[in-house]
């Protein structure tokens, strides 16, 4: 449905192709910055169509799941691996069968995609449906909660892009009903993600830990903070259910609008520092199976009393940083008003500064050494010297494996709460 401009009215624009359509999604595909439409096909290859800026939208078939018979449920666009690309994550039917099989099509950056589900663990043949995508432990890169309605939940770490099955003790083994809808917000404003899935909320510990809650709770629905209080509420089955907020903990939602990238800045990476230190989400159209959640990103930031700095990558690559802007409140971030920033943040004076890497060339280990102690949640990421991201992830023990890169010159930052680190490395 177009609208008319005025907001009185809509006019009716159809295709003669038949769609069997399951979820769809609105996201820049081809990275022009116009809107696309995805659509999930339940019995053919799925279809998308290309908008050319002035509403018209070209039908196309294939390329993103084209088994002949469909079998396509909850499609997702999100970043998994941290390449500043949408990626295209598609629930299917569930079965042994290569088309009832969970897809992931991973985006090279130039609008090519490969299904590579199975290498990195996220092929299941479970009836899914939905998957809820956030950094469950918040170090750096987004976790997946694949919901079932035949078999298993499952909660899948993100490890540097491949995926670890820690559903057992995790919680969300505890579930016992199963699922169509599953999404994730911070619903008390602690600053780790929740979960909502087969009509409960689990409410997550920041460790990939989550407790279901045994309270009310509307259940699947649309979600978002409809009265601008800093809680999450949601609408279901006509009725709006607020946000009963028993914490007093602090917040910052975000309304990004893009300029040269889409309107709603669709695809967005949005990244927030406290002091406790990084929180990231991507801004997505199209949640769970049915509903379209708001198009804000929200942060809980629990007892942190500022945000320090906001850093959005937006859908045509450029970045940008918003320095402390107010909590407990909406902040606009529109494209082009903040400060520029290239991919590192490098420069004469800040590599090296409380940082060495040893040894250095080195063929397998890294090893962090600082002169002040490291936050418990540092994230390190590696970039090439064309500064292209290669892995971003938590550090753990304060050692880096690098052995599957290429020989080369590499260039090594350490987020620690607020605290950049820069340095750079061989690999031999």
């Given amino acids: 449905m177009r609208s008319d401009g005025t907001g009185n009215g809509f006019t009716e624009v159809s295709g003669p192709q038949d769609v069997f359509s399951q979820r769809s999604n609105f996201v820049d595909i081809n990275q022009d910055g116009h809107l696309d439409a995805f659509v999930c096909h339940d019995v053919a290859p799925n279809v998308y169509y290309i908008n050319d800026g002035s ?3 070209t039908f196309n078939q294939g390329g993103l799941g084209d088994y002949p018979s469909g079998g396509n449920y909850g499609s997702i666009w999100i970043d998994y691996d941290n390449d500043r690309d949408l990626d295209l994550f ?25 299904e590579n589900a199975s290498a990195i ?31 298993s939940h499952k909660l899948m770490r993100n490890d540097g892009g491949s995926f670890t099955d820690i559903s057992a003790g995790s919680g969300v083994d505890m579930l016992s009903l199963t699922s ?8 008390d404003n602690d600053g780790n993600l929740d979960l909502v899935s087969g009509g409960n909320i689990l409410f997550g510990d920041g460790n990939m830990n989550f407790t279901v809650h045994t309270g009310v709770f509307p259940g699947a629905g649309a979600y978002g903070d409809i009265n601008n209080d ?6 279901n089955s006509s009725s709006i259910y607020t946000n009963n907020k028993e914490t007093n903990n602090n917040w910052i939602k975000i309304h990004t609008v893009g300029t040269t990238s889409n309107i709603n800045g669709i695809g967005a990476r949005v990244e927030i520092y406290t002091d406790s230190g990084i929180q990231i989400r991507d801004v997505k159209s199209g949640d ?48 082009g008003a903040g400060a520029s920033c290239d991919t590192l943040g490098v420069n004469d004076e800040t590599i090296g500064l409380d940082l ?15 002169a002040t102690p490291l936050h418990k949640d540092t994230i390190y990421t590696i970039f090439d010297i064309n500064g292209r991201q290669i892995v ?16 080369g010159n590499y260039i090594l930052r350490i987020l620690s709460g607020k605290d950049v680190k820069i340095q750079k490395f061989i690999k031999q």
């Fill in 55 to 57: 509403g018209n939208l």
């Fill in 90 to 114: 598609i629930a299917k039917c569930g079965g042994e069968t290569a088309r009832r099989v969970n897809q992931m099509h991973t985006n090279d950056g130039n609008g090519n995609y490969t």
């Fill in 121 to 151: 663990g996220l092929a299941d043949p479970m009836q899914t449906w939905s998957s809820a995508w956030g950094d469950f432990d918040n170090d750096g890169d987004m976790d997946v909660f694949v919901g079932a309605s035949s078999g």
């Fill in 180 to 187: 169509t809808e599953t999404v994730t917000f911070d619903f």
């Fill in 230 to 235: 800093g809680y999450i509420d949601a609408f």
């Fill in 288 to 335: 769970g199976f049915r509903y379209m959640n708001s198009l804000n990103v929200h942060f809980g930031i629990g007892a942190d009393t500022s945000v320090s700095h906001i850093i959005i990558y937006w859908p045509n690559s450029d970045c940008e940083t918003f320095i402390n802007p107010p909590i407990n409140q909406a902040f606009t971030a529109v494209e």
């Fill in 356 to 370: 060495s890497l040893s040894p250095n060339p080195t063929k397998d280990i890294l090893n962090i050494s600082t």
């Fill in 392 to 407: 971003s992830t938590k550090l753990k023990n304060q050692t880096i494996d690098v052995s599957a890169l290429s020989a």
